[in-house]
């Protein structure tokens, strides 16, 4: 090692860390010496800008007290340093230079201040001095002061009581604190610790429903709103008003929302109340999307919010303030009929009432359908076989089984399970293969068997009441008892969602509800609560209650209670009626232990449920009356009670009450955890952030919960998903099937065919076959199977089970009763849908909605159109206007839609009357449309 060369470097570090720390020292003074050492590299406009604040400073502060600097010269100084501070533009890297220059002088003019506001008497122009220079420190503590002490806003309160002083004292003043002026920034940070304040004032003991307390925020809010609507911050002004708990001033605005922005003030509305967890602010959110969109004139959006909040008073108001508007009357008839609101159109001016009422009856939903099916060249009846395809099987299908070596599955269970196949495939079309050619098929099946396969007659000829009526009928008055009622159950499969001036299901109903016989009493209760899902028909309901009530104790009585209390809760699903919640109530409290322990027990606890769906804390009694039962069941009911009330709410206080419920390790007895973790997935289904965090916890539910609760993880994944077949989510539906465990495979399987309903995914009917072949010997497996093929090519691919609609805005509650009446039936399959009460499957038919778009002319006849269709967009909050859709196909009408996709015209030749694209919307001719010219 040379010694000469390591010198150099030892001396050359010891003589540069020197200068470092003399430069720190220097530092470490004040930030003012900073300023010096960088005034090197100011340029000479900057330089100059310096040297005139700190001119105008020392002016305005007068700390020399010389007699000529009077205040009309201090006011001069301030004005240019105000007109300096906003003319001043930033870029997203560097601090405006006025407010870089004038940090040092923060202190010294607050100093200053302090001394203007101790003054007790001052003329105008002293007022005016102090106002301003109040404006000039709220600006500057915007980064200068500090974050809890909220400074800004102190000054600029200050500010407005000068202003307002000023105004008394010169009312000809043109003075104002004028907002806006210092800038969007400034407005933006105002606005937040507006928010801070209001919040402390109310720990502090203030009223939030006086406006005394809050007084000089709320101007200052009445201010910042305006502002922020008139350039298109209209989603800031939202969320102001809302931390103000003062929305409804949004509503008072003379000027700002127009015809241009209300429907993004509206679409921000809708989404913010997904996130608010008081269900009073919940309301509130809705209600003032309602009145805004009422303003404009745009009845049918209106009428979705009415519809969203479950507010049906609101319609007959929307229908008496809609009368000029003939088109939007008719589309607004059409959402009311798809949400099957049984509202009834008393008189128009123009004598329209019948064919209005035809409308919202669904009188012509089967025409509609099988057109679209003609379009589409799907009309040809399929046989099971056709959706088994048993020749791709290496094992082949039923037909070969004892070949294969496998054992013999029961052939009945078979036949069973091809009459659903048979039926849901065909479900609305009018023609199949083994119903309507002859009977022979009737009487391949015995008791229970010939139940389903004769109510399979409803629902091939599905919403088509005169022609299903005409083949049904024969069956009617068969001497099989079980025959007669898979008929009665097939009158009220046909007439779902269908309004008919005959009303047949209650005329032929009516004698078997009452009559003696145990299965036709069962058939009749389901068929009347598929028939009048969601009508809340008063005499349905009279003949009905009478079964929940009865009291003789026997084997079949309480599965009679239990069917009837589901179907009056289908009737009056979220009408949150005291009478039928009453005596289920009551019937629950007076039943023996050995009733309640019946399998069918937990549809009881499901039709109160479905009667307060979506209702939230309106189900607060009931859930008090609850918790009194001393049986299992009572636990049960809570939280049935509990997640239907707060269905698609988002809830997150509720999902944490049910993960709560889970955490308890319970190897049996604990059905109540079964019902809290489809509770999970029935409470976030609405909403997308929700729903993507219960994905992860049923992660963690299948990896630490008992077997309970496992099996009613794929339960829940379907609730999430239904008609929506998710990569990901089918991928671990498929693992779930092959589980060891039977019930949670066969639930995985049942949860497959949810998720893909109507949808007839390739890869889903793929993983059936496989599945079909995998439990060969497994007959409980394999029904379970097949009605997930019945389901996955439900309606030949044209139909969909998801409740949610209308851009996923609305629920219907009868679809997602529907639903969970299946899923109900999951968590005890072998006592359900494996055993006697399969035909509880048919309830599926109040979910079961054409999932086309029609475009048609004001008398409803087709019109094809140009629509593009593409993957829905979340446009919310975005400035101008934003695509809506991604990766769209361009097609002509009638065109198929899936559960996340979305449809926009792709002509401006007409225009839409509805807003939304989806089912039958009417168009007209765009009065503004030019035709282009042809070169």
């Not at 009737?442 to 068997?449: F, P, Q, R, S």
Request: overall charge negative.
């Amino acid at each position: 090692m040379a010694p000469k060369s390591n010198d150099k470097p030892v001396e050359l570090t010891a003589s540069t860390t020197k200068p470092k720390d003399s430069k720190k020292k220097t530092k470490s003074k004040g930030g003012e010496s900073d300023i010096v050492e960088e005034e090197n590299a100011l340029s000479e406009e900057d330089r100059a800008l310096k040297e005139r604040l700190e001119t105008c400073i020392s002016t305005l502060l007068n700390t020399a007290n010389e007699s000529s600097v009077t205040i009309p010269i201090r006011l001069t100084a301030l004005n240019v340093i105000c007109d300096e501070l906003k003319s001043a533009t930033s870029s997203m890297t560097s601090v405006p230079k006025p407010l870089k220059f004038l940090r040092p002088k923060y202190d010294v003019l607050k100093e200053y201040y302090g001394g203007l506001l101790a003054e007790r008497e001052m003329g105008e122009e002293d007022l005016v001095l102090r106002a301003r220079l109040a404006d000039v420190l709220a600006v500057l503590a915007m980064t200068l002061g500090k974050h809890d002490e909220r400074e800004s806003l102190k000054f600029k309160l200050q500010s407005s009581k000068d202003y307002k002083t000023l105004a008394t004292l010169n009312p000809t003043t043109s003075l104002s604190s004028n907002l806006g002026s210092w800038g969007h920034e400034f407005v933006r940070s105002l606005a937040g610790e507006i928010g801070q304040e209001y919040n402390s004032r109310i720990l502090a003991g203030s009223d939030p429903d006086t406006d005394e307390p809050f007084a000089d925020l709320l101007g200052m809010v009445d201010e910042i709103v305006p502002f922020n609507i008139a350039h298109n911050a209209e989603a800031e002004a939202v969320d102001l008003l809302i931390e103000v708990q003062r929305l409804k001033k949004i509503l008072d605005l003379n000027e700002g929302v127009d015809e241009k922005n209300y429907r993004r003030i509206c679409l921000y509305l809708i989404k913010t109340a997904d996130f608010m967890s008081d269900p009073d602010d919940y309301a509130e959110v809705l209600e003032t999307a309602y009145e805004l969109f009422r303003k404009q004139n745009q009845y049918f959006d209106a009428l979705r919010i009415a519809l969203r909040m479950g507010n049906e008073e609101a319609i007959p108001e929307l229908f008496s303030q809609c009368t000029s508007d003939k088109l939007m009357t008719k589309q607004m008839c059409l959402l009311l009929a798809r949400q099957r609101i049984n509202y009834v159109v008393e008189s128009t001016d123009d004598g329209d009432e019948d064919m209005l009422n035809e409308i919202i009856g669904n009188e012509n939903l089967s025409e509609e359908f099988l057109k679209v099916a003609q379009d589409l060249d799907v009309m040809d009846a399929k046989t099971p076989e056709d959706i088994y395809k048993s020749h791709l099987a290496e094992t082949g299908g039923f037909s070969r089984r004892k070949d294969a070596g496998g054992a013999v599955v029961d052939s009945a269970r078979a036949n069973l399970a091809s009459t659903y196949v048979n039926a849901f495939v065909n479900a609305g079309f009018g023609q199949d293969k083994l119903m309507t050619p002859d009977n022979d098929w009737l009487y391949k099946n015995k008791d229970h068997g010939m139940m389903a396969a004769s109510a399979s007659l409803g629902l091939i000829q599905l919403w088509n009441v005169e022609e299903g009526l005409a083949q049904i009928d024969k069956f009617l008055y068969s001497s099989e008892e079980y025959v007669k009622a898979g008929a009665a159950l097939a009158v009220g499969i046909l007439s779902s969602g269908v309004r008919n001036d005959a009303d047949p299901t209650i005329a032929l109903l009516d004698e078997h509800i009452n009559g003696d016989s145990h299965i036709m009493k069962c058939a009749a209760c389901t068929g009347l609560g598929i028939a009048y899902a969601g009508s809340a028909r008063e005499d349905v309901m009279e003949l009905i209650l009478p079964l929940v009530e009865q009291e003789n104790s026997g084997p079949t009585t309480m599965l009679e209670v239990s069917l009837a209390g589901l179907a009056l809760g289908m009737i009056y699903v979220g009408k949150c009626d005291d009478a039928v919640g009453g005596t289920i109530v009551q019937r629950l409290m007076e039943a023996t232990d050995e009733e309640l322990d019946h399998s069918h027990a937990k549809f009881l606890c499901l039709g109160l449920g479905l009667l307060f769906l979506g209702r939230m804390e309106k189900a607060e009694a009931m859930l008090e009356a609850l918790r009194t039962i001393e049986h299992k069941i009572s636990k049960l009911a809570v939280v049935v009670l509990e997640t239907c009330a707060y269905a698609g709410s988002g809830n997150v206080l509720k999902v944490q009450e049910m993960l709560h419920q889970c955490a308890e390790h319970l190897e049996e007895d604990a059905e109540h955890q079964m019902a809290a973790v489809i509770g999970i997935g029935l409470i976030t289904m609405g909403e997308e952030v929700g729903a993507e965090m219960a994905l992860r916890s049923f992660e963690h539910l299948l990896h630490y919960c008992e077997l309970p609760v496992k099996r009613a993880v794929p339960l829940a994944l379907g609730v999430l998903n239904i008609s929506n077949p998710d990569f990901s989510v089918i991928d671990q539906l498929s693992r779930l099937s092959h589980d060891p465990d039977a019930e949670i495979s066969q639930n995985a399987i049942m949860a497959m065919g949810l998720v893909s309903a109507g949808t007839n995914n390739s890869r889903v009917a793929g993983l059936m076959r496989q599945l079909s072949e995998f439990y060969s010997k497994e007959a409980g497996h394999v029904f379970c199977v097949r009605i997930a093929q019945a389901m996955l090519h439900m309606g030949k691919g044209l139909m969909t089970l998801a409740p949610m609609h209308s851009d996923r805005l609305i629920t219907s509650g009868p679809a997602l009763g529907g639903v969970l009446t299946l899923l109900f039936s999951c968590m005890d399959l072998k006592n359900t849908l494996l055993d006697k009460t399969h035909y509880l499957l048919y309830y599926l038919t109040c979910a079961m909605n054409p999932r086309m778009l029609i475009t048609v002319n004001e008398d409803l006849s087709w019109r094809p159109v140009t629509v593009r269709v593409g993957q829905a967009v979340e446009t919310v909050g975005q400035a101008g206007k934003p695509k809506t859709i991604t990766g769209f196909q361009t097609h002509t009408t009638p065109v198929l839609i899936s559960t996340l996709e979305r449809a926009e015209l792709g002509t401006e030749e007409v225009l839409s009357v509805s807003s939304v694209l989806e089912g039958i919307v009417i168009v007209k001719d765009n009065p503004d449309y030019e035709v282009p010219e042809s070169t």
